[in-house]
């Protein structure tokens, strides 16, 4: 089955410094791809849509300077936490849409906890 | 926007026990209905995904219906099992997924 790898799964970080969170699919080629966040105890909530060769699409409430999303490759999306603080403390996760199936097929990455100090 | 609400939040029962969660959202027009299931700090795993054309799914000891119409899916767990417990979270289709709070089940032994 197609699978998500999501790095790293877990990281510690001083407020103020940058955290880049990978999102590869690992046996298919994925020209769109999501970020997730969850808060505790919460549903996830779409973050943005990361388009492979285009700039993402980023959900209303979301900013753009903040979380830097990059799709170079039709099996990998980053998304970079610039000057995280305490606040962006959260579980991220990754989707991704096989290319060319249908929008509402999607296989989700196992997730990455933050915690910002 | 579409809404997707879960009840009840969390539930708690014996071994052995069937049970029903349940998923609704606010605007019918979706493609599919998914349930996931999350353990404490990991991804989600995919349970059973209903195409807006069908009224059920069956996957071993897991059934989840549609109603479409009435914006309602149910999750039938028989036979429930300490493995079983987890959080349970829906999510509908339309231009993106949408996802519910979720149902945290605890499985006493």
């Known amino acids: 089955g197609a699978v998500v790898s999501q790095h790293p799964s877990w990281v510690i970080c001083k407020s103020g410094t940058s955290v880049k969170i990978e999102c590869r699919s690992l046996?298919?080629?994925?020209?769109?791809m999501f970020w997730y966040r969850q808060f505790p105890k919460q549903s996830l909530m779409l973050m943005a849509t990361?388009?492979?060769?285009?700039?993402?699409?980023?959900e209303q409430g979301v900013e753009k300077d903040k979380f830097l999303i990059n799709h170079a490759s039709l099996t990998l999306s980053t998304l970079t936490v610039t000057s995280a603080h305490p606040e962006d403390s959260s579980f991220y996760i990754c989707?991704?849409?096989?290319?060319?199936?249908?929008?509402?097929?999607?296989?989700f990455g196992a997730g990455t906890r933050l915690s910002v100090l | 926007k579409q809404e997707v609400t879960q009840i009840p939040a969390a539930l708690s029962v014996p071994e052995g026990e069937n049970l029903v969660l349940n998923c609704s959202f606010t605007d019918s027009a979706i493609y599919n209905l998914q349930w996931f299931r999350q353990d404490p700090g990991k991804g989600l795993t995919s349970l059973l995904l209903i195409q807006s054309s069908q009224r059920e799914q069956t996957s071993g000891r897991l059934n989840a219906s549609l109603d479409k119409s009435s914006g309602r899916s149910t999750l039938y767990i028989a036979a429930s099992q300490p493995g079983d417990s987890a959080t349970y979270l829906c999510?509908?289709?339309?231009?993106?997924?949408?996802f519910g709070t979720g149902t945290s089940l605890t499985v006493i032994p």
């Open positions: 989707s991704a849409r096989p290319q060319g199936w249908a929008k509402n097929i999607q296989y």
């Open positions: 046996d298919f080629q994925a020209t769109t």
């Open positions: 999510a509908v289709t339309g231009n993106q997924f949408y």
């Open positions: 990361s388009n492979e060769g285009s700039k993402a699409t980023y």
